[in-house]
T-cell receptor
Framework: RKEVEQDPGPFNVPEGATVAFNCTYS??????FFWYRQDCRKEPKLLMS???SGNEDGRFTAQLNRASQYISLLIRDSKLSDSATYLC????????????FGKGTKLSVKP | ETGVTQTPRHLVMGMTNKKSLKCEQH?????MYWYKQSAKKPLELMFV???????ENNSVPSRFSPECPNSSHLFLHLHTLQPEDSALYLC?????????????????FGAGTRLSVL
């Protein structure tokens, strides 16, 4: 079983749509959770951390379910500029700060 | 700009060449990382340096040799690479808890070096 699993997509949605990505992780010792965004041929950039109580940043909402080892990202009112690959990232306790990345979910927002 | 600069941005090399990738961070961090990103694969951690000491080497072949002369600079020396080593090599930095290597803050990535081995 892969450590961090994501649906690769692509998700093709119209502008203004709401889209949700899911991610599951296998290591129950996972401690910190993040969503990174990676544009085509660019480096990953932090989109948001994911907290146990769930958190929101503008149009983006992240949720964590530790019991099910599941993380989600919801994007409301999609913009063309949201087109990118979204990486689910996990840090395991005691892993010397190492991050474990999913393969990413590709989002394409169309006019 | 993320504060992490990588050079060169693109590199083409033959299997018998020796080259080096360079990374410099301007964020005052004390930990640096090398990652490999191949097509259709997740980012793979290669090396971690915390406080200029290597704390993890994820079973990377010896044809990849890292060097961290100070907390702001990281190199990846390459020699006798294989075509399957062609990938995007990303450097990242973060601020670790001193002495533990346990990162409490976010990793910031450079733009990467796209390497092609012929």
């Amino acid at each position: 079983r892969k450590e961090v699993e994501q649906d690769p997509g692509p998700f093709n949605v119209p502008e203004g749509a709401t889209v949700a990505f899911n991610c599951t992780y296998s290591n129950s010792a996972s401690q910190s959770f993040f969503w990174y965004r990676q544009d085509c041929r660019k480096e990953p950039k932090l989109l948001m951390s994911v907290y146990s109580s769930g958190n929101e940043d503008g149009r983006f909402t992240a949720q964590l379910n530790r019991a099910s080892q599941y993380i989600s990202l919801l994007i409301r009112d999609s913009k063309l500029s949201d087109s990118a690959t979204y990486l689910c990232v996990v840090r395991v306790y005691g892993s010397q700060g190492n991050l474990i990345f999913g393969k990413g979910t590709k989002l394409s927002v169309k006019p | 700009e993320t504060g992490v600069t990588q050079t060169p941005r693109h590199l083409v090399m033959g299997m018998t060449n020796k080259k080096s990738l360079k990374c410099e961070q301007h964020l005052g961090h004390n930990a640096m990382y090398w990652y490999k990103q191949s097509a259709k694969k997740p980012l793979e951690l290669m090396f971690v340096y915390s406080l200029e000491e290597r704390v993890e080497n994820n079973s990377v072949p010896s044809r990849f040799s890292p060097e961290c002369p100070n907390s702001s600079h990281l190199f990846l020396h390459l020699h006798t690479l294989q075509p399957e080593d062609s990938a995007l090599y990303l450097c990242a930095s973060s601020q670790d808890k001193r002495g533990t290597g346990d990162s409490t803050n976010i990793q910031y990535f450079g733009a990467g070096t796209r390497l092609s081995v012929l």
